[in-house]
């Protein structure tokens, strides 16, 4: 792979598609060499860098949609600092590693109320490293807790990305 630079593109998956939402978010890296554009390293319906209270109310609903039935008034665990608490160190361990790899990363993290995960499921993975490294980054970032009837409560919070290596 000489001279050539591979730039990872994770997406979130969600149920509503984003022709819906209208709108796309980048993650951006490091500018590539002789340039001082930032590359877009991840994409996705929601911004990266906004905290789940600090989403616009389409942006909550696309987080909303992974959790059926929620009611209106109880909200989601979301990671304290964005998805880019996930997404860069994601996107770093996978430059780190130097192996590329493509496919389906769902996990599932229990959070309790005081926004620490307390377990990890990995339920989709493209090989156990990359499945073991995700594990121990969900329960080491902060979350903000989810929210039950008024109070901060155990919940589960759910990662479902696409994998995908672009030239």
Do not use: W
Not at 97 to 105: N, P, T
Not at 139 to 166: N, R
Request: proline share 6%; with cysteine; hydrophobic share 40%.
């Amino acid at each position: 792979m000489k001279n050539t630079q591979i730039f990872l593109t994770f997406i979130i998956s969600v149920l509503l598609s984003f022709s819906a939402i209208g709108k796309t978010y980048y993650l951006e890296g490091d500018s590539r060499l002789g340039s001082r554009f930032k590359t877009r390293i991840a994409s996705g319906p929601v911004p990266f860098d906004k905290r789940y209270q600090d989403m616009s109310v389409k942006q909550q609903a696309i987080i909303r949609s992974n959790y059926e039935n929620m009611p209106v008034d109880e909200t989601p665990p979301f990671p304290r600092h964005g998805l880019q608490s996930i997404y860069r160190p994601l996107i770093k361990y996978q430059n780190l590693a130097q192996r590329l790899r493509r496919g389906d990363l769902i996990a599932i993290a229990l959070i309790d109320e005081k926004g620490m995960a307390k377990e990890v499921e990995v339920y989709a993975a493209p090989d156990k490293e990359i499945a073991q490294f995700l594990a121990t980054l969900l329960l080491e970032i902060a979350y903000d807790p989810g929210i039950c009837s008024g109070k901060p409560c155990q919940t589960e919070y759910l990662i479902d990305v696409g994998l995908d290596i672009k030239f």
